[in-house]
């Protein structure tokens, strides 16, 4: 066989080792739908009629701004998930046995990474199913629906390597669980909520230069026919540079451990 189709093999067994793990522990896959939902509840319904009303449209106008927000929002929270099963492995020796193994070393990672992204996809849909059932209504075409799903994979495919990474350099599970927290307070310190233009000098120039932020406008823009100018390409230039250094680092941290 050749190693590519070696590294191929090893990675499928990786991601159904990763996926199993899923379906036994659920609590994760749980808390990363119920909490962007819970927050959607809370924004919408508690906040969303004068929220809304400062964008001219009311809570209905209000539920169409804040889902881009609530969709990066659940991506970064699921970061915590998977830092804490890389840094598991790490701690509990498995990764050191498996690097004993006659297996590729990349699939190792791969499964992480690949099992990850299809939690947090079927997460988003669910979130889009609810976010739709009260009141979020897109008017995006075929291709600016595609286009604002591949930005969303590409963005989580990003932020998941990055949880690798903080995951590999952890030195316990319990200090992996806090190293990705500081991305889900980004959409609050972004354009996930308000508009940016309503906050202080100071933290409006954060918000409009921080990568949520374009990521954020790209999507709204794709989805609701907002403007978008020149968000796509620098949320495109945030992925890219967040995913490629993200991968070196934890390919860099893996080889040494």
């Known amino acids: 066989m050749s190693t590519l189709t070696l590294a191929t093999r090893d990675s499928a067994t990786m991601i159904r080792r990763q996926l199993k793990r899923l379906v036994r522990y659920p609590a994760m896959t749980i808390q990363l739908i119920i909490t962007p939902l819970l927050l959607l509840f809370l924004f919408v319904y508690v906040f969303g009629g004068s929220l809304g009303n400062g964008l001219g449209g009311g809570r209905d106008a209000y539920v169409n701004y804040v889902v881009p927000g609530i969709l990066l929002m659940a991506a970064a929270t699921a970061t915590t998930g998977t830092a ?3 840094a598991t492995d790490m701690t509990e020796g498995i990764i ?22 299809i939690q947090q996809l079927l997460g988003t849909i669910a979130l889009l199913v609810i976010a739709a059932t009260i009141g979020f209504r897109p008017n995006a075409t075929l291709i600016e629906w595609t286009a604002a799903a591949g930005l969303l994979i590409f963005f989580i495919l990003a932020i998941t390597w990055l949880s690798v990474a903080l995951g590999l350099k952890s030195p316990t599970p319990e200090a992996a669980s806090s190293a990705p927290m500081p991305l889900v307070f980004l959409p609050f310190l972004g354009s996930g909520f308000v508009p ?3 906050m202080p000098t100071a933290l409006r120039w954060f918000a409009e230069y921080q990568p949520f932020t374009p990521i954020m406008e790209t999507l709204r823009g794709l989805l609701l026919g907002t403007p ?6 620098i949320a495109l230039a945030w992925c890219a540079a967040l995913l490629t250094i993200s991968y070196l680092w934890a390919k860099n941290t893996f080889n040494k451990a």
């Open 84 to 86: 804490v099963m890389v």
């Open 96 to 117: 050191a046995r498996f690097k004993t193994m006659h297996i590729s070393r990349a699939s190792v990672l791969t499964g992480h990474v690949v099992a990850s992204v």
């Open 196 to 198: 940016t233009d309503t």
């Open 228 to 233: 978008i100018n020149n968000n796509a390409w």
